[in-house]
């Protein structure tokens, strides 16, 4: 008998099949065709694949289907409000923190879980918190100022 996985995806209860090879990264690409989240090493340090798995910045290439069960994932799609970008979104557009975007996913889920986590970091606390992000692009103070923005925004209810 197949061994099926139950979880929430951006606000929904979903299930899939266990497939114990698949990591929740090509889940969410292939079987829920949630493809804002991006493969970058494969090998979970580059951060473009993050996701939040209750509420936590995750990398979703790491994470094997079977350890999602009964938790709570939220990809980029699953961030805005209809057609209201989520803060920490608008605050990347608003200071044009992303160039070629590949990396941008990964960069404000991860920065969602800085700020659901301390809702008031200081500079060098964004800065480090961010540190296992990497965007090859060279947008990292435009990414700072945009996570900076965002927690007043936030902070604010």
Known sequence: ??????????????????????????????????????????????????????NEPVRSCSINMEDVAGKKITTIEGLADGDKLHPVQQAFVDHDALQCGYCTPGMIMNAVGLLLSNPEPSRQ????????????????????????????????G
């Not at 800065?127 to 900076?148: F, K, L, P, S």
Request: proline letters at 1%; a negative charge.
């Open 1 to 54: 008998m197949e061994e099926i996985i139950r979880f929430e995806l951006n606000g929904k209860q979903v299930e899939i099949p266990l497939d114990k090879d698949q990591s929740l990264l090509w889940a969410l690409r292939t079987h829920f065709n949630l493809t804002g989240t991006k493969y970058g090493c494969g090998l979970g340090y580059c951060g473009a694949c993050t996701v939040l798995m209750d």
């Open 125 to 156: 606390e964004i800065i480090d918190g961010m540190d296992d992000n990497y965007c090859r692009c060279g947008a990292h103070t435009r990414i700072v100022d945009a996570i900076e923005s965002a927690a007043k925004v936030m902070s604010k």
